[in-house]
């Protein structure tokens, strides 16, 4: 199962992520946690600790890498390389492993201009959609804020969407933008995570616009949930309410999905 976490900035994508790969690994999954957001915090949110998540070397930025896969230096545009590089591999050689769960971080790839494509763009658009998955498998893509990665087509390839939504007019539309443009590269199933929920009219407010059948879950909100942010600890861990939350999720999406 190949997951890819979106919404707008701030609504709590990383925390959430963080939580279903917890939740998944605690079932027995072999996860892998993928950072695809260029501002990366996703092992902070699993707790690792500060110093070692710094030491996390991103894809895009391993020039030996780059080259030696798509046969072109990192750094160059315009010139030949692979657009089929080989990745399979990756995970298993260049993850992070912190708690059983396995972390690669993506990086960026700065680039003049919104249509250059580059050696490094390609491979990482090549590893987010050709990540190989056997039965116990699950990837759960932590995207940037916004949509912009789904007119790349960066995260085509995945089983499903989960939008991250707070019971505001601004957040639940980009559940719509995210569903139109992720049907325009192959991916039909978009799901809704309510964060930040204090009452039940924030459920049903979001219900009424996204759709009761779309809503996997809610996570209201605990002040635990900030206060483990500062101390940098596992969100997961520190609130039971979002921990029952989630594996209530998570049973739906393997349900759903699976």
Do not use: W
Not at 31 to 49: C, F, K, Q, Y
Not at 105 to 119: N, Q
Request: hydrophobic residues 40%; contains cysteine.
């Amino acid at each position: 199962m190949k997951i890819a976490i979106t919404g707008k900035g701030g609504v709590g994508k990383s925390t959430l992520s963080a939580a279903l790969c917890r939740s998944f690994a605690e079932l027995g999954y072999n996860v892998l946690a993928v950072d695809a957001d260029p501002d990366a915090n996703l092992a902070l949110a699993l707790g690792m600790e500060t110093g070692k998540a710094s030491k996390i070397i991103p894809i895009s930025e391993m020039k030996d890498l780059v080259e030696e896969r798509t046969g072109a230096p990192s750094g160059t545009y315009g010139s030949t390389f692979k657009l089929n590089p080989k990745v399979d591999d990756i995970p298993e050689r260049y993850a992070t492993i912190f708690d059983g769960i396995k972390v690669l971080v993506m990086g960026s790839v700065d680039a003049g201009g919104t249509g250059c494509v580059c050696a490094e763009h390609v491979l990482l658009r090549n590893l987010m959609t050709h990540l190989i998955l056997r039965e116990k498998d699950v990837v759960i893509m932590d995207m940037e804020a916004g949509i912009e990665h789904l007119g790349r087509g960066t995260a085509s390839g995945v089983d499903a969407f989960i939008t991250v939504v707070e019971p505001g007019e601004r957040s639940v539309q980009t559940y719509d933008k995210v569903t139109k443009l992720a049907a325009d590269i192959g991916v039909n199933k978009v799901m809704v995570i309510g964060n930040k929920i204090t009452e039940k009219d924030d459920e049903e407010f979001i219900k009424g616009h996204v759709g009761e059948e779309n809503a996997l879950g809610f996570i209201y909100y605990d002040k635990k949930i900030s206060v483990s942010d500062r101390e940098n600890t596992s969100s997961y861990k520190a609130s039971e309410s979002l921990k029952t939350a989630i594996q209530e999720i998570t049973q739906k999406l393997l349900d759903s999905v699976s």
